[in-house]
Structure formats: structure tokens, C-alpha cells
């Protein structure tokens, strides 16, 4: 089992930056891969960014060049850095574990929304 609890979200103008936080309730060095998803309103989930624990990342093709994921292997967290926001970029935010297993858990996600 991991319970991941984001924070971070919030109003921000366009052009603006965020830093989004992943709590994850157990060791995240055990953890496969950790990632970032989201989703809009009548729109899908997507993938935002994504790291292994081997340290390999991979971006949605929309945020590359914005969006940074790091992790904290002291604090089990792990965070998205989201500069140059867009209004295109507003969304519930949602922490992804996935074991080497293929078992995945997700948080409840964290509301993003980009507006002037």
C-alpha cells in the first residue's frame, strides 16, 4: 500500500510558476516509477512527467521546457516545478506510484487553475 497527498495547487496568472508536492507514505526508492497526471475538465487523464527510480524522466510533449519533476528520497516526496503557466496547463493534478509489480496508487489530486 502508499498514500500519496499532494499539495501545492492553487491560482496563479498566466506566465507564473507552481511547485506541486507528492507525499508518499513509504519509501520511495521502492517505488518504480512516480509521476504527475492530470486532468481537465471533460477531457481525459494525461501523463505530465514521470521518474523511474532509476532516474530516467519523460514530459508530455506540452510541458517540456516548462515543467521540472524531482524527488526528495529523504522526505519520500516528490515534486512537479510548473513555470510558464498557461491557462491550458489548469487541472486537478494527481500523484501516480507504480510498483515494479505494475500495482498503481493514486492521490486525490491538487487543483491548478491559470487565470488572469
Known amino acids: 500500500q502508499v498514500q500519496l497527498v499532494e499539495s501545492g495547487g492553487g491560482l496563479v496568472q498566466p506566465g507564473g510558476s507552481l511547485r506541486l508536492s507528492c507525499a508518499a507514505s513509504?519509501?520511495?526508492?521502492?517505488?518504480?516509477?512516480m509521476g504527475w497526471y492530470r486532468q481537465a475538465p471533460g477531457k481525459e487523464r494525461e501523463l505530465v512527467a514521470r521518474?523511474?527510480?532509476?532516474?530516467?524522466?519523460n514530459y508530455a510533449d506540452s510541458v517540456k521546457g516548462r515543467f521540472t519533476i524531482s524527488r526528495d528520497y529523504a522526505k519520500n516526496t516528490v515534486y512537479l516545478q510548473m513555470n510558464s503557466l498557461k491557462p491550458e496547463d489548469t487541472a486537478v493534478y494527481l500523484c501516480?506510484?507504480?510498483?515494479?509489480?505494475?500495482?498503481?496508487?493514486w492521490g486525490k489530486g491538487t487543483l491548478v487553475t491559470v487565470s488572469s
Open positions: 521518474i523511474t527510480n532509476g532516474g530516467s524522466t
Open positions: 501516480n506510484a507504480r510498483l515494479s509489480n505494475g500495482v498503481a496508487y
Open positions: 513509504r519509501n520511495i526508492f521502492s517505488i518504480y516509477s
